[in-house]
């Protein structure tokens, strides 16, 4: 009775239900944990995530996507915002980011930093990438340039 009236149509649901499984979260959508503090308070420590592999296959990554950046091997990552791309001139000035000489708006960003960091021009090929816990000193935040094909994909929550 485990199995129902009909078991050879309830085993093929079971395998497609692995197949699909399978291909969603180990190709498509790749989950992830958050781990410390440097994405508060858009993303908490321990928080359950999806990176989506296909948001980037049409449209270029965006200022202000937060994207899953592969460290070492597929299973290893950050999650980081995006702030600066290709192309653009960027520098942090009493915790304001300023893209070509002209501060941005950040509404997601923790507050109260007083960071500074000198003017970087960023590459062709690459995105500047910071976490939203300004609050944070600088040198406990992992950040900087990430070229593009280490952007997995973008963060859904």
């Known amino acids: 009775m485990l199995l129902g ?3 050879k149509l309830t ?5 497609v239900l692995i197949v699909v499984s399978y291909v ?10 958050g781990e410390g503090i440097s994405m508060l308070p858009t993303f908490s420590d321990g928080q359950l995530g999806f990176i989506s592999t296909l948001a980037y296959v049409r449209t270029p990554p965006q200022r202000g996507d937060i994207v899953g ?13 995006i702030i600066g791309l290709p192309g653009e001139r960027l520098s942090i000035v009493g915790g304001v980011v300023h893209v070509n000489g002209v501060p941005i708006a950040e509404p997601y960003a ?3 930093a007083t960071w500074n960091l000198p003017e970087a021009q ?12 300004r609050r944070m000193a600088i040198q406990n935040h992992d950040l900087g340039m ?3 094909e280490r952007i997995v994909g973008k963060v859904l929550f």
């Not at 085993?11 to 395998?15: A, K, L, S």
């Not at 969603?24 to 944990?33: E, Y």
């Not at 960023?122 to 816990?133: H, L, M, P, Q, W």
């Open 5 to 7: 009236r009909r078991p």
């Open 11 to 15: 085993i093929i649901r079971i395998v």
């Open 24 to 33: 969603a979260f180990g190709f498509l959508f790749l989950p992830v944990r």
């Open 69 to 81: 950046i592969r460290m070492a091997g597929r299973r290893v990552m950050y999650v980081k915002r």
């Open 110 to 112: 923790n507050g109260g």
């Open 122 to 133: 960023i590459g062709s090929d690459e995105f500047f990438v910071v976490g939203d816990n």
């Open 146 to 148: 990430a070229r593009r």
